[in-house]
Structure formats: structure tokens, C-alpha cells
């Protein structure tokens, strides 16, 4: 129900108005009245009516004025002017002000009404496209994510030129103007969640706020999917991008202490000042990001950190100088199941680092390393029911003068095929689950409710991490492919039967026709009517 504020200094007049309608039997709450529009704004800003009838001449306040500061504070609310001044001048005012009707008295109460009746079709027109408009967003928000992991993918990856990267922030409603840049990638963990695809409720909250939280002219961000969340840092100056980055951080930190079971770990990138340096940048987070699995958490690390160790040499070597804590297979298992192929060399980089000065010139300790690794990786394959002759046993009588680095090399080729096997195991199962997933789609496409929520728990997994399974086994969003599964079903319906539009909607899930007649026009380019008529 719609409401009505009157504001007459007329007391006859406005008795007249208030009492010889009958407000509510014509669907309308007349919630209140004023004399004058110094007394009416106050009580207008509480009440927020829908629509206003004020007269033009008042003391205190005249109606002009007053249509003018309900215009600034609550745009959306319509206003009649009512006036015995036949004046053009007033309704030129109005006009520019943005009245809906200007109108002169004395007037009756019927054309009064219809006056009304008409703003009030034209009010529920308004809501009504502005409450599809609304759920389009959000429906469609899952392809926004997609998009923009699509353009983070870009920019460190530096396979698209600046004008390209413009147009696709562009897009996306993103401004990436600025003279530097930095990243930062964070991972923020629950503790009473042990499984990859699980999110805490804490995880959402904190996400939710950090965004809240931050400058959007100045820090943008970025969903990882099961990476965590990565940011890029904008300034004009590097003096700046260094307040902007310490300002971050500090916020950050001071949030995520607010949760006591939850962990995080930050990697910070370095300052550049080109877009394509990006990638830099990106290179030196990830560096610094690939220690969290090999230090304590709830830290935010830079590269420029971890940058300085050096390699003695072997007549240098005392195993006493070996960091014991470092050496711990479960940070090797833990990268086994959660790191990604493209971390594979800054991960082996740190591990050894971390072990001391010089540990890997010691023959008898390249051997314990290599032979360590073989059986971390042969235990995690044969979990995974993998047959132990998919990876090479190391070559342990080697003592050439390249064996530091042949040992590298064999703890990199030798991680990366267990991650390349684990990430093949996990398509075969992911294939599975999608088909699971599609099937459920295909079962229940005719109700409303179907959600990425719904499926997600139908499947057992967080929304994000079935957004980003779906993407990649379909090509496609969860949202895009339901809608084009429920718009194929619709033009089955347009083409076959002779249901409305409205009883065709609902059985593709859509109870809101407007809703319906919307999304058909915006994917097939017309209308429902044009389709069966073509």
C-alpha cells in the first residue's frame, strides 16, 4: 500500500482532502499531514511516503522549498503541487525540480484521486522494474566473480595488452588508472574446518567486512576461489602506495584478530609503476604467499623478507646449523594437498632456504632431503590410490658438481607430478559431482528456489568452490547454465503449447513474470509474445 503525505496550511482544504477520500479503500495509507513544510520535512523524513501533495504558498516554509529538499533527500518520492496561483512561473519551478503534477485550485476530490491513481501506477511501474533490475544483479553476480578472476588471470599473467585490460576492468565497472600499483594475496583459514571445500561462516563475515572496510578508489579485490582473496594496491605515488599498503595490512590485521579460530597468511608484492609490471609484482607475492606453508601463520610476509638468505659454502657446512622445525614432512604434505603446480618453484626455493645455510652441500643431506620427499609424495599418491612407480625414486649416489641444483630440480619435477596426478584425480571426481549437479538442475529447474546455495548443499560443498568446479568442468557459470536451461524449456513451452506467458514462467521457475518477460527479452532479444509470433 502505497502512502500519501499531505501538507496544506488551509485547514478547510485539508480536512476536505483527508476526510472526503476514501484513502484506503482506494488502496492508499494516508500517513499523515502539516500545515506548513517547515513542520512537514521532519515528519516526511520519518514516514517516508511515497507520495507528497503540498501547496505552493505556506508560511515558514512554502511548497517549492519544500519540494526541493524532498527531492535531495528521497528522490524516489513523488510530489503534487497544488496552488491558486495560475502562474506559469510555479509550475516552470516544479518542472525544474522535478514535480510529478502541478495542479490548480480548487479541485476535486475524484480528479484529485486520478491525479494520484496515475503517479502511483507510474511509482509501482518503477518499483517493479527496479526489483528485476535488482535480482538480474544478483543472479548475475556469479558471472561478475567469474569475470573478474578472469581479468586478475590477465593482469599478472601479462598476456593482454593495457588497452585490452582497460576495456575488460572496463566492463566489470573497475577503474585501474593509476601511476603505481602493488599486490597482495591473502589465504584466511578456519580452524574447525580441516576439508579444502569448507567455509566457515567467519570466512564470509570477514571477507564481507575487509570490503567494507577498505578504500574501493584505491585497494581492488579479487576472489581466488580456493586460493584465498588477492588485491591490488593503486596510489599516484609510491610515497602513497606505501601509506595505502601499511593502512591495508594494519586494518587487516586488526580485523582478523577479532576471530580467535580462524588463521591467516599474507603475501606482499612489490612496487611498480606500470601496469605491465604487474606480473612483477604478482611474482615476488606469490614468493613470499609460498611460505605458508612453511612458517607459523597469522603474519603478512613481504618478499623483500625472506630475500636475503644466502647459500654458503661446503667446507661451511655444520649440520648443527640445520633449522630441525623446518624440516617437517607435514609442511611438505600440506603443500601436496592444497598448493597449485604454479607455486611448485617458490615453495621448493623457501623449503630449502629455511633448512640453514648450506644444508643441501652436504651429500649425506641432499640424500635424507631427496629420499624425505620420494616418500612423502609415494604415501600421498597411494592415498590416492595411485600405483607407487608414477614417480622417480632420486638418484642418492649422484655427487657431481651440479647436484644442489639437480636436487631442486628433482623436488620440483618430483611435487609437480604429484600435484599434476592429485589435480587429475580431482577432475575425474569433479566430473562426477557435476553430473550429480546437472542432473539435480535438470530435476528441479521448475523451482524458484534453486539457488547456487541450494546445489552447493545438495553436493556438499561451499558455493565458491562449486561456482569454480562448475566453471571449469561446463565452461560456464552455474547462474548462465540454469538460465539458458530454463529459457530452452520456455520457448518449448512458447513453441508447443498455448499457455501464457505468465503459466510458462512458473514452470520454469520463474513466479514473477515481470521477472520472466525480462530475462527472456535480455538473453533471446524479444519477448516471449515476439518469439511465439515469430
Not at 578504500?215 to 606505501?242: N, P, Q, W, Y
Not at 595490512?249 to 588463521?263: R, S
Not at 615453495?347 to 616418500?375: H, P
Request: glycine share 6%; hydrophobic share 35%; net charge negative.
Amino acid at each position: 500500500m502505497l502512502k500519501v503525505f499531505l501538507v496544506e496550511d488551509e485547514f478547510v482544504v485539508r480536512e476536505g482532502i483527508k476526510k472526503n477520500i476514501d484513502w484506503a479503500g482506494h488502496g492508499y495509507d494516508f500517513c499523515g499531514e502539516a500545515q506548513d513544510g517547515e513542520l512537514a520535512f521532519p515528519m516526511i523524513q520519518k514516514l517516508k511516503p511515497d507520495i507528497v501533495i503540498t501547496d505552493i504558498k505556506m508560511p515558514f516554509m512554502d511548497g517549492l522549498e519544500l519540494s526541493r529538499m524532498i527531492k535531495k533527500d528521497m528522490p524516489s518520492t513523488e510530489i503534487i503541487i497544488l496552488s491558486g496561483f495560475q502562474d506559469f512561473e510555479y509550475a516552470k519551478e516544479g518542472i525544474k525540480i522535478g514535480v510529478a503534477q502541478y495542479l490548480t485550485k480548487p479541485i476535486k476530490g475524484d480528479d484529485l484521486l486520478k491525479e494520484v491513481d496515475l503517479i502511483a501506477k507510474k511509482i509501482e511501474e518503477k518499483q517493479v522494474e527496479e526489483s528485476v533490475l535488482l535480482k538480474y544483479q544478483e543472479e548475475m553476480e556469479e558471472n561478475n566473480l567469474r569475470d573478474k578472476k578472469a581479468l586478475f588471470d590477465n593482469l599478472v599473467s601479462g598476456g593482454h595488452g593495457m588497452q585490452k585490460l582497460m576495456e575488460e576492468a572496463e566492463e566489470l565497472e573497475m577503474d585501474l588508472t593509476a601511476m603505481w600499483y602493488s599486490i597482495i594475496l591473502l589465504k584466511v583459514r578456519s580452524m574447525h574446518h580441516n576439508q579444502q571445500d569448507e567455509y566457515s561462516s567467519s570466512q564470509i563475515q570477514i571477507a564481507e567486512r575487509l570490503s567494507e572496510i577498505i578504500d574501493s578508489s584505491k585497494v581492488l579485490i579479487f576472489d581466488r576461489d580456493l586460493e584465498g582473496e588477492a588485491f591490488i594496491l593503486k596510489a599516484d605515488s609510491e610515497e602513497e602506495l606505501t601509506l595505502i599498503k601499511n593502512s591495508f595490512i594494519g586494518n587487516a590485521e586488526k580485523l582478523l584478530k577479532e576471530y580467535e579460530y580462524v588463521t591467516y597468511f599474507g603475501g606482499i608484492g612489490s612496487n611498480v609503476n606500470r601496469l605491465s609490471q604487474l606480473p612483477e609484482s604478482f611474482e615476488k607475492a606469490s614468493r613470499a604467499y609460498a611460505h605458508r606453508y612453511l612458517v607459523s601463520e597469522n603474519i603478512f610476509l613481504s618478499y623483500e623478507d625472506i630475500a636475503n638468505d644466502k647459500i654458503i659454502r661446503d667446507d661451511d657446512f655444520d649440520i648443527t646449523n640445520v633449522n630441525v622445525s623446518q624440516f617437517d614432512k607435514r609442511k611438505i604434505l600440506e603443500f601436496l594437498r592444497s598448493g597449485s603446480p604454479e607455486e611448485v618453484p617458490f615453495f621448493v626455493d623457501e623449503f630449502i632456504k629455511g633448512l640453514g645455510n648450506g644444508a643441501l652441500n652436504s651429500l649425506m643431506f641432499r640424500q635424507y632431503i631427496a629420499m624425505d620427499v620420494y616418500f612423502s609424495v609415494l604415501g600421498f599418491l597411494q592415498a590416492l590410490e595411485y600405483e607407487k612407480d608414477l614417480v622417480s625414486a632420486p638418484d642418492i649416489r649422484s655427487d657431481d658438481q651440479d647436484a644442489v641444483s639437480g636436487i631442486k630440480k628433482y623436488i620440483e619435477e618430483t611435487v609437480k607430478k604429484a600435484l599434476e596426478l592429485r589435480d587429475t584425480k580431482a577432475t575425474s571426481t569433479h566430473a562426477e559431482l557435476i553430473n550429480d549437479a546437472i542432473k539435480y538442475i535438470e530435476d528441479n529447474y521448475a523451482d524458484d528456489e534453486l539457488s547456487l546455495n541450494s546445489l552447493a548443499s545438495y553436493v556438499n560443498l561451499s558455493p565458491n568452490h562449486l561456482s569454480m568446479i562448475f566453471s571449469q568442468q561446463t565452461g560456464q557459470s552455474f547462474i548462465k547454465y540454469l538460465t539458458d536451461y530454463r529459457m530452452n524449456k520456455a520457448k518449448e513451452f512458447l513453441k508447443c503449447t498455448g499457455k501464457r506467458s505468465s503459466e510458462i514462467g512458473l514452470e520454469v521457475g520463474y513466479k514473477d513474470p515481470h521477472y520472466f518477460s525480462y530475462i527472456f527479452k535480455k538473453t533471446q532479444g524479444m519477448t516471449p509474445t515476439q518469439f511465439r509470433d515469430s
